[in-house]
């Protein structure tokens, strides 16, 4: 198994959907709609049968319960060819799909969903964490205050996108997972949110936002080692996070506390 594949096979379980179907070694995620990353299925290993078929069975699945086929690409990445290949606008990338391309082994998939009309979308770049990096607990500015909690508050759910309110799913996606679910609070009002979840010797961080008005402070920064904080003492050694490759700011902020680019991935969703 390629190393960036072996990477997905951790993280995967940190946002699995409601539940999952095999095909051979393949996980096809089903999480009724809510986010791609719970509703795509990931293609690594032996489907146990020729690609074409796997992928219409693939298909059959997601069709029967009313979702967009859709697959979870892992790439290969090198700094020089990560976020800050980017225009400063964050909004287009320089040779994208030459400079992220899969393994050896998901390029054969990747030339049967071309094929059969599947779309990509934007890359995702997974950043790790070393050990010997250690995270001291950030001393939060006057006014800011953290709560750390096992299900989501009132709070951190008023910090969630538009489409957590109006997804029926989205709280069962959500806590599909056991996670420590991190809010940042300024006085009475929720300013931030993160989201950490615990698997074997990794710790995965997500959803981490601070609001717009806030931004540049340095609070995304401490509420990142925080959470990295947190996973040290949950009996982990590993850090793992997921960053759009269009959020040049926030891949460039991990960079400069340690993270590391790994790889990545992106969807490829069937062309309706």
């Known amino acids: 198994m390629h190393p960036v594949e072996r990477l997905h096979s951790v993280i995967w379980r940190a946002w699995p959907g409601l539940f999952q179907e095999r095909l051979g070694d393949w996980v096809i995620r089903i999480g009724q709609g809510f986010t791609q990353r719970a509703n795509s299925a990931l293609p690594i290993g032996d489907p146990g049968l020729p690609l074409d078929q796997a992928v219409a069975r693939v298909e059959e699945i997601y069709h ?45 998939l990747d030339l049967v969903l071309t094929e059969r009309h599947y779309e990509k979308s934007t890359p995702v770049i997974i950043q790790t964490l070393k050990p010997e ?67 074997d010797d990794w710790y995965n961080i997500s959803d981490l936002e601070v609001a717009p008005h806030l931004r540049g402070r340095g609070l995304g ?24 490759a269009s959020n040049v700011r926030a891949a460039r902020l991990y960079r ?7 790889g990545g991935y992106y969807f490829r969703s069937l062309d309706a």
């Open 221 to 244: 920064q401490s509420m990142l080692r925080f959470l990295a904080h947190l996973g040290g003492h949950n009996g982990t050694n590993f850090g793992i996070l997921q960053v759009e």
């Open 64 to 108: 029967h319960q009313g979702l967009t086929p859709s697959f979870q690409i892992p790439f290969n990445i090198t700094m020089s060819q990560s976020a800050d290949s980017m225009t400063s606008e964050g909004t287009k990338i320089l040779g994208l799909w030459e400079k992220f391309s899969p393994p050896a082994s998901q390029k054969p």
């Open 133 to 199: 990096i250690d995270i001291d607990p950030p001393a939060w500015p006057s006014g800011f205050t953290a709560e750390w909690t096992r299900t989501p508050t009132a709070g951190w759910i008023s910090r969630s996108k538009p489409q957590f309110h109006t997804h029926p799913y989205a709280l069962a996606v959500t806590t599909a997972h056991p996670a420590i679910y991190l809010t940042l609070w300024r006085g009475h009002h929720a300013v931030g949110h993160g989201r950490i979840s615990i698997i």
């Open 256 to 262: 400069s506390l340690g993270w590391q680019d790994q």
